[in-house]
């Protein structure tokens, strides 16, 4: 599939099959992840793998959509801020780094034929406590992972001139 095409099909999944997800194709949406470019290659994240059977009522607390629990597994995006590159002025580069991973691993999905939904609105609190993550760690974004039970809605895009300025503001 080329690029393309790829950014074109893929699409937010919000119903999702019970078919387990192959580890070789986990494994390929990892490497995805760990391929993704950070700023100085920190590489300042960590992918945290989460079989959701048994686990449905921790789900339920982080993120309260059904779907988020229909996918055999979901993937939480953590950010080490500690570990990322800073700018001069302070800025710190992790959230971006976490937010590349983040699309490097829906594409791969995508490709592979599985299905995403990229989290954002999500119970940080109850992330960190069913994830037990310590304190230098944090959640930045979650994704079911599995197989599509639903179909594409037309994806609605500005036009690109809406998006896009040459030179200046």
Request: proline share 8%; glycine share 4%.
């Amino acid at each position: 599939m080329h690029f393309s095409e790829l950014l074109s099909c893929r699409y937010s999944v919000r119903a999702y099959r019970p078919d387990p997800v192959p580890e070789a194709l986990l494994q390929k949406v990892l490497f995805a992840a760990r391929m993704a470019p950070t700023a100085a290659n920190r590489q300042p994240f960590q992918v945290i793998v989460i079989h959701t059977a048994g686990r449905e009522q921790e789900m339920a607390r982080i993120y309260h959509r059904d779907w988020f629990r229909q996918a055999p597994l979901a993937l939480c995006v953590c950010g080490l801020p500690d570990k990322a590159w800073v700018r001069r002025d302070g800025w710190n580069a992790c959230e971006t780094d976490a937010s590349i991973v983040m699309a490097h691993i829906v594409l791969a999905a995508a490709e592979l034929g599985l299905g995403t939904c990229w989290i954002a609105n999500f119970e940080p609190a109850a992330a960190r406590e069913a994830l037990r993550l310590p304190e230098n760690v944090t959640p930045l974004a979650f994704t079911p992972l599995g197989f599509a039970a639903d179909h594409p809605a037309p994806k609605e895009r500005k036009p690109l001139e809406e998006l896009v300025r040459y030179e200046i503001w």
